[in-house]
């Protein structure tokens, strides 16, 4: 089982961590940090990471349960 | 590799497959408009068109832009681009310009997939490009106007800006004379003004060939503006800064306007005088009987007239005529009135401007340091094979403040920098957290230990005990950091007389030679100091040592000057090296007697000192362990108390502190502001009758305390769920901001609109004092609300770029109303002006939302603002 760890941070993003392959829907592979912030607001700029606009904006990141 | 770039193919060698493509273009096709600003795709500076659509080059590695049409800033034309940049320009958007090469193509990607945007898709397409200058609310007008523009079909054509007129080092003769330094006319026309206060977006270059133009009686539109230094002759620095003895060279305090105020209109009402002498020794005629207009001299009697351009070489060999007057403000056709459009703004929105991240050299070398990840720390070991191992990359250096990587090209130095082994020495370094260390200036607040008194009059110990209404309130601001657009770099070249050129956006190039001149152990006077454009500073780039100047001065060194040297800033190295706003605690406890009448003020602070690292400044503001610049805005409030205490604690840690837009009052006044607000809520007082009982004193506060309220209508009613905040302030001028804010259902604040009234003094230009407010509130607005450094367990760094350190983005700019109040006192400067009265008039405002009184910055810890 491969050892990766995705937590929602409170109205944040996605924190990603562990040997992750990210591909883009053309197929090229993304370079990432690791730990990587993924968003999970829709709004970032720079998707599929995080930029920090989950902050400025109306975001409810409360989880279902 | 084969790229199209600007509709031309080109090879690249395969070794930059995997290179952003940002550096591609910057340092091997050596096209510099596209800018780096963070890296890592948060700011969108590196934008450029790819198949037309807007990308971060920074996010793109090159062999990615293979087959495809890339345009830069460069190559980018037609109509669309014509209007983007007419609209720029025309609306005055541009401050320090770093990031509008950027915006200007992400607005024309807009335009090309929607010729008619709303403010909402403005808002969501425009958002990933950051601008700390917080030019937005006016790129949304211009990309309105473009749209409106390009419906018309009249194509403005291509904007061009004229050669930069280049700096040359005063002769003797020349520094002697009262003009030449400050003024020249050349035979074409132009007038070139040599500006000692760098431009870095706020605007004094096109302030000063306003007052230039004016007592010149010139067309505006022929003067241009150049950034000088050097000016050191026989009669001292021609330089220097007159409200600081005229020893000292710098940028800053918002001092330029006010400070330049006369001397550069003197300097052009003598040169002035000089042409009109010339004209009439040529025409035989008394000097008397000559008039000048828009550039031209004319002898009514004879009919003979000249253009300045003519005239000014006779004219330069001519002494001054004794007697020189200024002219009547009566008489002004352009000081005071609209329509100045900035000198610099061409050059900046085509990506000509040189900044220091642009400055190349024959044989210059790109270095970045390494800096370590907790404050004070060094290095204990380096290993440094794998970094000289990588292509590009010469040398590894470790300096004073942690490990160079030196190389061809910046790409290549980053990958040297990934490969390097550090290991830290821990022995000084800072191991607190930002918890910890807030806990320990609340301690500090608590025990009053080391307190000095600033400031003791009256009695204010019997006062509140004798006061009906009290607060005692303790307010909290973290350590804050400038993050402009360009990070700080700087270079260098030891040249082959001996003399070591440094090439900086410097607020102080004094400090520049001090500080290249001891690391290269040479003179002060053999350093020459070349200030470039800044992209932006607000305070940051005011340093006397530890900074890029003297790391690329060190590397330069280390490698026998064989080599000029830019030290390029990562985003993340910046933030490394601090140098931040403090953090800081206050206790305010305040008393009003039984009528609501402010009877006494007692004021504590505890924040590290701003002024020790600041050669000359600190001599006269850090005076008995009081700093000045900590306690400007709470030892000078411009409301009348009379007993009233200033204590002042000196914190000490290893986080270097620089001064920050607006300084001391950025925290000074969100004590003061907050807690008066809370004392008129106890008392039961309107909050603006209590301050213009205060302010009985400052009339000019006053008046612009009530055309705030009158504007944004105080005291009238707002919708179920809207409130106001009020603040006043003296801070360089006199001003105050009302906000207006609404709750949504889940208690969520929105900040719908700021109100800000301001004197500060003569209007010379009001559009450009306007986007100096506007930008100011949005500073504001950013840090009150989110705005935070944060160390982590261990002291380490944990804030590094703009995903941590959210700043205001397109889609937060509230409704910003800017009312000018026309004086005819002396200008102030307005860069700083509008900042500190953003969070309290914001706490305020929540307060009278929400009955939760917010005393800790920033707001997100405590309540969510968007």
Known sequence: MPDVTITPSEDGPYIVSGAVTLVAPDGHVIEHRDPMSMCRCGQSSNKPFCDGTHIAIDFDGTLAN | MKLTVNGLEVDVDDRHANTPLLWVLREVLDMRGTKFGCGAGFCAACTVLIDGRNVKSCQTVTERAVGKGVTTVEGASGPVVNAVRDAWHRGNVVQCGYCQPGQTLAAVSLLASDPSPDDAKIDQWMSGNLCRCGTYPRIRAAIHEAAEALSTGIDPGAPTAPAEPEFQRLTAQDAADPVHPYIRIREDGTIVAY???????????????TIVAEELDAEFERVRVVNAANGRGPNGDVYGNPEFGSAFQFTGASNSMKGMWLRYRLAAAQARARLVAAAAQAWEAPADEIETENGVARHAPSGRQATFGELAA???????????????????????REGRLRVDAVPKILGTTQYTIDVTVPGMLSALVLHP??????????????????????????????????????????????????????????????????????????????AATARDDGNVDAALADAAWTVDATYTLPYLAHAPMEPNNAACRMREDGVLEVWVGSETPEYVKMNASSIAGIDKEQVEVHITYAGGSFGLHSTAEHDPTSEAVQIARALDWQHPIKVQ???????????????????????????????????????????????????????????????????????????FRLESTDFESRIPIMVWRSIGNSHTEFARESAIDELAIAAGRDPVDLRREVLAASPRTVHALELAAERADWGSPLPEGRARGITSSAFLGHSAQITEVSLDARGRVHVDRIVFALDCGRNVNPDLIR????????????????????????????????????????????????????????????????????APALANAIAALTGTRIRELPFSKTIKIY
């Open chain 2, 195 to 209: 500006s000692s206060q760098i431009e870095m977006g706020q605007g004094i270059h096109t302030g000063l060939a």
């Open chain 2, 314 to 336: 006779r004219a330069e060999q001519l002494a001054v005529p004794d007697g020189v007057e200024l002219k009547d403000p009566t008489d002004y056709k352009l000081i005071g």
């Open chain 2, 373 to 450: 990840p907790r404050f004070g720390a060094s290095a204990a070991s380096v290993d440094d094979k794998a970094a000289l191992a990588e292509p590009g990359v010469s040398a590894v250096v470790p300096i004073e403040e942690g490990v160079a990587v030196v190389a061809e090209t910046v790409a290549d130095a980053q990958r040297g920098l990934k490969a390097l082994v550090v290991e830290w020495d821990d022995t000084n370094a800072e191991r607190r957290s930002t918890d910890e260390l807030l806990a320990e200036h609340l301690r500090l607040l608590q025990s009053g230990e080391n």
């Open chain 2, 569 to 643: 800033s990562l985003r993340e190295e910046e933030f490394k090296v601090g140098r931040y706003r403090a953090m800081a605690a206050h206790r305010v406890h305040a008393g009003a007697d039984s009528e609501g009448r402010l009877t006494a003020w007692h004021q504590q602070i505890v924040a590290e000192p701003t002024s020790v690292d600041l050669p000359f400044f600190r001599d006269v503001l850090f005076t008995n362990d009081v700093d000045r610049l900590t306690t400007s805005g709470a030892v000078d409030p411009p409301y009348a108390v009379e007993n």
């Open chain 2, 771 to 838: 986007a100096q407010v506007e930008g100011g509130l949005l500073w504001g607005l950013g840090a009150a609300a989110w705005g935070e450094i944060r160390l982590g367990e261990g002291g380490d760094l944990v804030t590094q770029n703009f995903d941590t350190y959210p700043v205001v983005r397109m889609r937060s700019v509230p409704q910003i109303e800017v009312h000018l109040i026309d004086s005819a006192e002396p200008p102030t400067g307005v860069g700083e002006i509008s900042v500190p009265s953003v």
